[in-house]
């Protein structure tokens, strides 16, 4: 029996990380997804209203924002988990949401880059799990200060 080679990843700790929305197709899926769970009744209607017009509801598309520049957020970056160390669900959620993301590693510091200036600054390109917990989310966006425990405190 041949052994598999043991793939030895190195401990990444970064000093900053930006969570951007590129998507605006994710950003509808999402909304749907989250009033299918979290608003059933409303979810019905909008697929209803969309399903009438052939076109999403504005409260289902990004906002005005979002078209006009770039939307992140700053995560706390003491939060990252390299591969292979077990994830603890915080307690304070019966929500956990997951997202594979394609994530880039940039070498150098950057501020207001033009496009080719990033992506030279680009050093490597991993893959990364974004978990969010979904009922504690909304209603902290709403509260004007963006995620809190929703992504924060998940360690």
Known sequence: MTKRPRVVLPDVQPV??????????????????????????TARLAAAVETATRRPLPAMRPSRLWYAQPIYYLNNPMTFIPSGKPVDFPSYSQALDY???????????????APADAERAITA???????????????????????????????
Not at 16 to 41: I, K, V, W
Not at 125 to 149: L, T, Y
């Open 99 to 113: 997202e594979l993301q394609l994530a880039y590693v940039i070498g150098e510091p950057l501020q207001n880059a």
């Open 16 to 41: 900053s990380l930006c969570d951007f929305s590129l998507s605006e197709q994710h950003n509808t899926d999402a909304a749907h997804g989250y009033a299918r769970r979290f608003m059933p009744r």
């Open 125 to 155: 390109f991993v893959i990364m799990c974004d978990f969010s917990a979904r009922d504690v989310q909304i209603p902290e966006m709403r509260s004007g200060m963006g995620p809190q425990k929703a992504k924060h405190q998940i360690k």
